[in-house]
């Protein structure tokens, strides 16, 4: 099957610091992209839809200015926590859906666990 | 509203048969989707129905009836391997998918 590469796999920082997430379609054009969160023996929480070339539509609730969002190629999304804090410690996810992927099958990357200190 | 209903958790025994229940409410569907999803580990696919009926991939098969909202997901000969969360989520109108908050599934031996 197709390949999601995500990175990076674990990332620790500092209160008030920024954290870029990279998600890469490897093998395929990924003309749309989904970043989700999961907190702790929660379910998988979508906060963002991102089209290749335009900009991402955010769910209700997510801060689109804390976290932004760049789908500047078919191949590449990225995710960038802005002045993290240690709320915003969790596992991200991203997920991308190809172009004429009839089924709307989506391909995962391999999440990335945020620890904010 | 939109809303994936499906149980917390269940437990079975290993080399037995275990049936995980998903019922749905969307707006709009394009297709019901299971995941499996171990501790600390993104979600794989695991399979995909759009048409009503069982589709079947080797230990696993999924079922869906449309008419009624309802999917399952048959797990066969369970091993301790396939201790982890299943994850139901349905596809609606706008290619959206709709999560469930998954089944824990323990099992023993």
């Known amino acids: 099957g197709a390949v999601v590469s995500q990175h990076p796999s674990w990332v620790i920082c500092k209160s008030g610091t920024s954290v870029k997430i990279e998600c890469r379609s490897l093998?395929?054009?990924?003309?749309?992209m989904f970043w989700y969160r999961q907190f702790p023996k929660q379910s998988l929480m979508l906060m963002a839809t991102s089209n290749e070339g335009s900009k991402a539509t955010y769910e209700q609730g997510v801060e689109k200015d804390k976290f932004l969002i760049n789908h500047a190629s078919l191949t590449l999304s990225t995710l960038t926590v802005t002045s993290a804090h240690p709320e915003d410690s969790s596992f991200y996810i991203c997920?991308?859906?190809?172009?004429?992927?009839?089924?709307?099958?989506?391909?995962f990357g391999e999440g990335s666990r945020l620890t904010v200190l | 509203g939109q809303n994936i209903d499906q149980p917390t958790e269940m437990t079975a025994t290993e080399g037995a048969i275990v049936q995980i229940n998903c019922t749905y409410q969307t707006s709009g569907f394009n297709g019901l989707f299971w995941y499996q999803q171990h501790a600390g580990e993104a979600p794989t696919f695991l399979s995909y129905?759009?048409l009503d009926g069982l589709e079947e991939k080797g230990r696993f098969s999924s079922f869906l009836s449309r008419s009624k909202g309802y999917s399952y997901l048959l797990l066969k000969e369970l091993q301790m391997k396939d201790s982890a969360s299943y994850l139901c989520a349905a596809l609606d109108s706008n290619y959206q998918l709709i999560w469930g908050a998954g089944t824990k599934l323990i099992i023993k031996p």
């Open positions: 093998d395929f054009q990924a003309t749309t």
């Open positions: 997920s991308a859906k190809g172009a004429g992927a009839d089924t709307g099958e989506l391909f």
């Open positions: 129905n759009v």
